[in-house]
């Protein structure tokens, strides 16, 4: 089937204007619509692209993970790819995806999963060697990341050398760097004071402070961590599940979310985004949704990857809550 040039001119238009975002939301960290109107562009083509696979191309935003590495920066192979996470954006979508897991498993059985708050800052994966901290670096675009080293030593709560038993010849620790609610109040109130640009949300306030070139700047700004994962370890066997991964990684003093829950079948993964989602205002931290794993390390082998993301993981995203209004609210005041 030929597909019409309206099609394909939407699907050009589409990734021109994805792209256009990525790059100032992962490098310039300067976004310029709300995530909600990105999340409805990237949907729009990926199901362009779902109904018409011809207009797929290799390089299209759908097919790559986020940013790229600022040239400011050392650039850094992560010895394990990091990925990005497939979104849903309601109880259809989340059952379909459970769905797909069980398929593929070929299982009936309710599936384990590990849920958590998904946190709204920027991924980092942390490289302990011996049990010292040698380097940190950031997504970038899933393969090579930005050496903000000398910036994640200045966050109190990263374990500069990890403790307890069991520590791997090398371990990369995964996990989100993000910004407190209050701490972001506190921050910006003071660019006010000083004349300086404001940032537009928690988020943008994290990702400005961990990149920065001086790392006195880092060390000012109330950035905190939860870790999530582990990437390549060497030495010591990948842990059986993802629960067991967490209290492995608490264990050695890394900081966990204390929301974190082991869940059997999908029942239990509604009630819990429901639940959190009713806490969300109440949290210290801004949240932007769930994320559910299947938490054994076996299965999760099985389900394997698509291009950007696991097959074994998907991100339930709540409803937005800033909209472009504050951004322009905020750029006035500057
Ligand atoms: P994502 O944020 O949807 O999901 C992947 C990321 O989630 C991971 O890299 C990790 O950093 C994070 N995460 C948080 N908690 C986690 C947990 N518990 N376990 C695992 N991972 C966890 O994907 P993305 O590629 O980082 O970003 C895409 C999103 O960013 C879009 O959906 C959009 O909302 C936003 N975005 C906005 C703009 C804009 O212009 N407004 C541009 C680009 C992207």
Redesign the pocket.
């Given at each position: 089937m030929t597909i019409s040039t309206e099609v394909q001119q939407r699907a050009a238009t589409l990734r021109e204007l994805?792209n256009h975002?990525?790059y100032?939301?992962?490098v310039t960290d300067n976004?310029?619509?709300?995530?909600?109107?990105?999340?409805r562009l990237?949907s729009e083509l990926q199901q362009l692209e779902q109904t018409h696979p011809e207009l797929l191309t290799a390089d299209s935003p759908t097919q790559r993970?986020?940013g790229e590495v600022l040239d400011k920066f050392a650039e850094i192979e992560h010895a394990m790819p990091?990925?990005?996470?497939d979104?849903v954006f309601d109880q259809e979508a989340l059952t379909a995806f459970d769905k797909r897991v069980r398929d593929w498993l070929n299982t009936d059985q309710p599936q384990i999963y590990a849920a958590?708050?998904?946190?709204?800052?920027?991924?980092i994966s942390i490289r302990y060697e011996q049990g010292v901290l040698v380097q940190a670096a950031t997504?970038g675009d899933g393969n090579y990341g930005e050496d903000v080293t000398a910036n994640v030593r200045t966050i109190k709560s990263v374990p500069l050398k990890l403790s307890g038993d069991n520590i791997p010849a090398i371990v990369e620790v995964?996990g989100?760097i993000f910004m407190p609610k209050d701490g972001f109040e506190r921050l910006n109130q003071s660019q006010l004071d000083n004349n300086k640009k404001v940032f537009v949300n928690p988020r943008n306030a994290a990702a400005g402070s961990l990149r920065q070139l001086d790392s006195k700047i880092t060390a000012t700004r109330p950035l905190e961590i939860?870790c999530?994962?582990i990437g390549y370890i060497e030495g010591a066997a990948r842990p059986a599940s993802h629960t067991e991964a967490m209290s492995m990684i608490a264990n050695w003093g890394c900081r966990i979310?204390p929301e974190l829950k082991k869940l059997e079948g999908l029942e239990a993964c509604h009630r819990y985004i429901e639940q959190l989602g009713e806490r969300r205002d109440s949290l210290a931290y801004d949240i932007?949704g769930v994320?559910l794993?299947v938490d054994n390390t076996a299965l999760q082998e099985r389900l394997g990857f698509v291009s950007?993301a696991p097959r074994w993981?998907i991100?339930y995203?709540f409803p937005a809550q800033e909209e472009m209004t504050t951004i322009e609210d905020i750029e006035i005041q500057v």
């Open positions: 994805i975002y990525n100032l939301y992962y976004p310029e619509v709300p995530d909600a109107e990105y999340d990237f993970v986020g990091m990925l990005s996470l979104n958590e708050p998904k946190l709204d800052g920027l991924a997504r995964r989100e939860y999530y994962g979310s932007d994320v794993k950007r993981a991100a995203k």
